[in-house]
Structure formats: structure tokens, C-alpha cells
């Protein structure tokens, strides 16, 4: 699974900043958490820590929202067990049934486990590359033991982005299966698909947007649609599903 479009870096720009807190199960009025923290409690405070999680992602602190999503869907595990129609009470949720909070968590893991496969973990390849770098610093020849290494490197680095793509596309998937009607996972799963060589057909990365749109549309999330529109019209601006999301538009606004 390799990238091969020559627009992923588009893609990519997109996906970094289509993600707005009004898709998830918190509202727009969510306190702003500058600083990511560990104290939060998921099961007295989900707002702050669904939003830390955020921030995380946000701020390419990718573990760190790892470990926060995996250790809510302890939580909310069990409650779900119990009845996916289990209600979870904190201020601000706006989607607050057990299926809607841990269908969201997965949607916030696959957006965590993509951003891991496209910053991968330079700090490692740094440590393991430095007597080359040092040797290209200094303008010495780099010799066949130093090439190799090189080689090495980029090769992990490469097996490791595939590993998290397919981490990410997992995670979508299982939000789906949760909650078919999450816009977000739709709209992410799609984004995914359209940057990258999956095996899937272009027109399987325009239906998820498409269902994006849809979903958000039914939802009163106008931007959400607007959004959804503008990326689908940049992948394919002859896509049959264009047209459906202008309906929604149109008929929004009365027309």
C-alpha cells in the first residue's frame, strides 16, 4: 500500500484541517484545552477529555492521544456491553449514548493511527542515522555499509506508515460498524481512500463523502455538507454524487 497519488499532499492538507469539533459527540461550545493532561477523567469529565484527545491530534501528539482514546474505550467498553444504548452523562455531549461515544473514539484513533503514518518517528530514524548525517554534514563520501543502513531505515519507516494506514482504515471501519450514521468516519474513511492506493475504487472514497454529506445534512451540520461538497468536487468534479449533495444544499436553504 503505497501513496501514489500525486495529490496526496493536498489530501493530506485537507484532512488536517477538514476535521472540525462540531463532527464529534461534544458541541461547539467544548472548553478550549491549550494544554494536553493525563488528570482528566473520562467518567466524570468526557467533554475536556474527548477534546484533549483533540488537541492531541491537533498538536501531533499522537501517542499521547492514543493512549487517552484507548484507555476511554475501557470505559466505555463496559458500559456498552451493558446496552449500547447506555447513556453517558457529562455537560456539552451532544451525541451521549454509549454506541455514539466509542463509535467516535475509533473515529479519533483512525485519525490518529493516519497522522502516525505520515509524520513517522523521526526522533528513532534521527538517532539510527546520525553518523550518516554527520558524514553528509562534514562532505564525506558515504560508504556501502552507510547506503545500506540508509536503505534499511527508509524501508522500516516505509513497512511502518503501511502498518498504521491499515490501523487507521481499521479504525474508520469499526466506527462504521458501530454507528453507520457517524458523518465523520464516513467522511475520514473517504479522505483516506482518495489519497492513497487501497485497492479500492475511486467511486468507494466518493460514496463515503458522500454519506459524510448526507448524514450531516440530516444532522443540520451545513458546514459539515459545504465541507464535504468542496473536497468530493476537488477528487472528482464530474462525481455523480455532486449533484445529490447540492440538493441538500438547495433544500436547506428553502430553495
Known amino acids: 500500500m503505497k501513496i501514489v497519488n500525486r495529490g496526496m499532499l493536498l489530501i493530506y492538507i485537507a484532512?488536517?484541517?477538514?476535521?472540525?469539533?462540531s463532527s464529534f459527540s461534544f458541541s461547539k461550545t467544548v472548553p478550549q484545552v491549550k494544554e494536553q493532561s493525563?488528570?482528566?477523567?473520562?467518567?466524570k469529565q468526557p467533554v475536556k477529555y474527548l477534546t484533549a484527545i483533540y488537541m492531541d491530534y491537533h498538536n501531533g501528539k499522537v501517542d499521547s492521544g492514543i493512549k487517552?482514546?484507548?484507555e476511554a474505550l475501557l470505559y466505555v467498553n463496559?458500559?456498552?456491553?451493558?446496552?449500547?444504548?447506555t447513556i453517558i452523562k457529562g455537560k456539552g455531549l451532544k451525541l451521549n449514548k454509549a454506541y455514539q461515544i466509542k463509535s467516535t473514539l475509533h473515529t479519533l484513533l483512525g485519525m490518529l493511527y493516519y497522522k502516525k503514518a505520515m509524520i513517522g518517528d523521526d526522533s528513532d530514524k534521527d538517532i539510527r542515522l546520525a553518523p550518516v548525517y554527520e558524514k553528509l554534514k562534514k562532505g564525506e563520501g558515504l560508504t556501502d555499509k552507510d547506503l545500506e543502513l540508509v536503505s534499511k531505515v527508509m524501508a522500516e519507516e516505509s513497512?511502518?506508515?503501511q502498518l498504521y494506514i491499515n490501523m487507521a482504515i481499521r479504525e474508520f471501519k469499526e466506527a462504521i460498524k458501530i454507528d453507520p450514521k457517524n458523518p465523520s468516519a464516513h467522511f475520514q474513511l473517504?479522505?483516506?481512500y482518495s489519497g492513497i492506493y487501497t485497492g479500492e475504487s475511486n467511486d468507494t472514497a466518493e460514496r463515503h463523502i458522500y454519506l459524510s454529506a448526507k448524514l450531516s445534512y440530516e444532522e443540520g451540520d451545513m458546514q459539515a455538507v459545504s465541507?464535504?461538497?468542496d473536497i468530493l468536487k476537488g477528487l472528482n468534479p464530474n462525481s455523480l454524487y455532486l449533484k445529490q449533495i447540492k440538493r441538500f444544499m438547495?433544500?436547506?436553504k428553502g430553495e
Open 190 to 192: 473517504g479522505l483516506l
Open 78 to 85: 463496559e458500559l456498552y456491553k451493558k446496552s449500547p444504548n
Open 38 to 43: 493525563n488528570g482528566y477523567d473520562f467518567s
Open 227 to 229: 465541507r464535504a461538497f
Open 250 to 252: 438547495k433544500e436547506a
Open 159 to 161: 513497512k511502518n506508515e
Open 68 to 70: 487517552k482514546a484507548k
Open 15 to 21: 484532512f488536517m484541517i477538514s476535521v472540525s469539533l
